[in-house]
């Protein structure tokens, strides 16, 4: 896997155009199993176990879209598809090549939003957060300048 800094060629932030600014939130929630590799006295051998994990990507941009919203149907469908179709009801420990944390689990989703995802236009992605039932929390922040279209 990649690291997001080098799959999206990281740079000098621009300043944040004047005016007011918008976010909008996408948050989808699922299912996923991790293996616990820590032996503890309850359980001594790795064992996959469940985590309900929530995951938010918040999106922001200078104007809003019809009927005045930052994130449209589109944008939330594709993301929802793509959890559900990729990580839920999946054992993360086979998906990523490191221990799939809170924030391992941001940056992944991040990096795919940007690689991947329909470039939003309007908006751009602020933010990945992720929690899991466990107590977990990560997030990535990605500057200005990480918009699709801009470096």
């Known amino acids: 896997m990649r690291t997001f800094g080098r799959a ?46 929530s995951v938010e990507f918040v999106f922001e941009a200078a104007s809003l879209v019809e009927p005045g919203v930052v994130v449209d149907d589109d944008m939330r469908d594709e993301i929802e598809q793509h ?7 999946r054992d993360l420990n086979r998906l990523f090549d ?24 309007h908006a751009r992605l602020a933010a990945v957060v992720v929690t899991d039932s466990a107590g977990g929390h990560g997030e990535i922040h990605l500057p200005p300048a990480v918009a699709h279209g801009t470096t």
Do not use: K, Q
């Not at 929630?29 to 991790?34: I, V």
């Not at 221990?99 to 236009?121: D, F, I, K, Y």
């Open 98 to 121: 490191r221990p799939p944390t809170c924030e391992v689990l941001a940056e992944h989703l991040a990096n795919w939003h940007w690689c991947s995802a329909r470039p939003p236009g």
């Open 83 to 89: 959890v559900a179709t990729r990580l839920a009801h």
């Open 8 to 53: 999206l060629g990281l740079g000098t932030p621009a300043a944040d155009p004047p005016g007011p600014r918008y976010r909008g939130r996408v948050r989808v929630a699922f299912p996923a199993l991790l293996t616990l590799h820590r032996p503890t006295p309850a359980t001594p051998a790795p064992r996959p176990h469940r985590h309900d994990i």
